[in-house]
Structure formats: structure tokens, C-alpha cells
């Protein structure tokens, strides 16, 4: 990987106080240049038909519905030198989450996400209470120069009661994290392309001869 280094553990170390003192993370423009544009440019790149139409759920249970969601995504791999740094960095944040906050992460997916003028993705859980699948939800953003005016903050409530909740800017860099639990959270329509990735880091729930995660 050219550029910083992928081990930040003073940065590491940031998300985890943060993390235990309030269940999620806020560190605008925090994830090193390098990388940030590594893998901005590595989504511009990716063909369009490369991505699909966001859907809700997992494996047999993955259901589109644009009444709740209208991005698009494309799933990341080590098939590309992006990737595979992107893949390096959050493993090394794994580790060291473990080892703070003795999470019990065990595996990580993630994907590129896409929202067009217009696009949304209405108020949701990243997993529900008892179900120990995704533990961890992580967002990163590679937007330049955004503003206000171009909408498509993530908003991120505190609990089922929460009307106003916290709004984040996707500007690039930006690296959200929270219990994927406890905050119900969404995007707003932005009013221009917007680009980031989202990913979720799981205990192991394997059993027998079902291996976890499926996709």
C-alpha cells in the first residue's frame, strides 16, 4: 500500500473510546489521503454494470424494495490492490477492537455504495437485537467539496424514540462506526452522486454444515 501506513492506532484507539463512551464513532476526514483516494478512485472505475440494485437481507432472505432503499452496490474483494488495502485496514481495526473492547469480531464484508440524485435509504437497523450477526457497522465516505445543500447525510438516531437524531456530512475521509444494534439510522435523498462504503463486522454464528456468513 502506498501513502500511511494501514496500522493507526492512534486513530484505532480514538474509535474505541468512542465506542465504548457512546456506542458509535464520529472522525470526519480522518481516514488517511492514501487510502480515501485509493478507493475513490477504484469506484469511479468500477463499470456500472459491475453494480446492482441494493436489496434488505441476507442470502435466501435478500429482498429489493425501493420504498426503503434505492442505491446501488457492488461487494468488495482482494481482487483489486483498493481492495485488498481497504480489506488490510479493517482487518487491522478488527484486531485492535478485540483486543480494546474484547468484541469477539470474527469476519467483515462491505461493498461500494452508489446513490444518485434522488437516492435514499429510508430509517433501519444494520441487525436486530438477539439475532448476533452484525456486531460492528462501519461507513466511510469519498465525497469532495459537499455541502449542505447536496443532502445525503447519514442520520443517526439514538434509539426508536429519537426524532432528530445526528447528522453526518459524507465529505471524503469521513469514517462512521456504530454498535449495529442499538442505532437505527438513514440516508437522506441526496441531491448529487454520492460515494461511500458500508461494511459490518460479525461474530461467528456457524453451526454444523451452515457456515456464516452467506451473501
Same mark, same amino acid.
Given at each position: 500500500?502506498?501513502?500511511?501506513?494501514?496500522?493507526?492506532?492512534?486513530?484505532?484507539?480514538?474509535?474505541?473510546?468512542?465506542?465504548?463512551?457512546?456506542?458509535?464513532?464520529?472522525?470526519?476526514?480522518?481516514?488517511?489521503?492514501?487510502?480515501?483516494?485509493?478507493?475513490?478512485?477504484?469506484?469511479?472505475?468500477?463499470?456500472?454494470?459491475?453494480?446492482?440494485?441494493?436489496?434488505?437481507? &441476507?442470502?435466501?432472505?435478500?429482498? /429489493?424494495? $425501493?420504498?426503503? =432503499?434505492?442505491?446501488? %452496490?457492488?461487494?468488495?474483494? @482482494?481482487?483489486?490492490?483498493?481492495?485488498?488495502?481497504?480489506?488490510?485496514?479493517?482487518?487491522?481495526?478488527?484486531?485492535?477492537?478485540?483486543?480494546?473492547?474484547?468484541?469477539?469480531?470474527?469476519?467483515?464484508?462491505?461493498?461500494?455504495?452508489?446513490?444518485?440524485?434522488?437516492?435514499?435509504?429510508? &430509517?433501519?437497523?444494520?441487525?436486530? /437485537?438477539? $439475532?448476533?450477526? =452484525?456486531?460492528?457497522? %462501519?461507513?466511510?465516505?469519498? @465525497?469532495?467539496?459537499?455541502?449542505?445543500?447536496?443532502?445525503?447525510?447519514?442520520?443517526?438516531?439514538?434509539?426508536?424514540?429519537?426524532?432528530?437524531?445526528?447528522?453526518?456530512?459524507?465529505?471524503?475521509?469521513?469514517?462512521?462506526?456504530?454498535?449495529?444494534?442499538?442505532?437505527?439510522?438513514?440516508?437522506?435523498?441526496?441531491?448529487?452522486?454520492?460515494?461511500?462504503?458500508?461494511?459490518?463486522?460479525?461474530?461467528?454464528?456457524?453451526?454444523?454444515?451452515?457456515?456464516?456468513?452467506?451473501?
Amino acid at each position: 500500500m502506498t501513502g500511511d501506513s494501514p496500522i493507526d492506532e492512534t486513530l484505532f484507539a480514538l474509535i474505541a473510546q468512542d465506542i465504548e463512551a457512546k456506542g458509535y464513532s464520529i472522525r470526519p476526514t480522518a481516514l488517511a489521503d492514501a487510502l480515501a483516494n485509493n478507493l475513490f478512485n477504484h469506484q469511479q472505475g468500477i463499470e456500472a454494470d459491475k453494480f446492482e440494485e441494493a436489496g434488505i437481507g &441476507r442470502g435466501g432472505e435478500y429482498l /429489493k424494495n $425501493e420504498f426503503v =432503499r434505492t442505491d446501488a %452496490i457492488s461487494w468488495i474483494t @482482494n481482487g483489486s490492490e483498493a481492495g485488498r488495502d481497504w480489506l488490510t485496514w479493517t482487518a487491522n481495526l478488527q484486531s485492535f477492537l478485540n483486543r480494546r473492547l474484547f468484541l469477539g469480531l470474527f469476519s467483515f464484508e462491505s461493498h461500494f455504495a452508489h446513490y444518485g440524485p434522488g437516492d435514499y435509504y429510508k &430509517r433501519h437497523y444494520d441487525a436486530f /437485537k438477539g $439475532e448476533a450477526n =452484525r456486531v460492528l457497522s %462501519i461507513v466511510v465516505y469519498f @465525497n469532495r467539496a459537499w455541502s449542505a445543500s447536496d443532502g445525503g447525510e447519514l442520520v443517526l438516531y439514538q434509539d426508536n424514540v429519537d426524532k432528530e437524531g445526528i447528522k453526518v456530512m459524507p465529505l471524503l475521509g469521513t469514517i462512521v462506526t456504530f454498535l449495529s444494534e442499538e442505532f437505527p439510522h438513514e440516508v437522506l435523498a441526496a441531491k448529487r452522486d454520492r460515494y461511500s462504503i458500508a461494511g459490518w463486522f460479525r461474530v461467528n454464528t456457524s453451526i454444523a454444515a451452515k457456515v456464516d456468513p452467506p451473501r
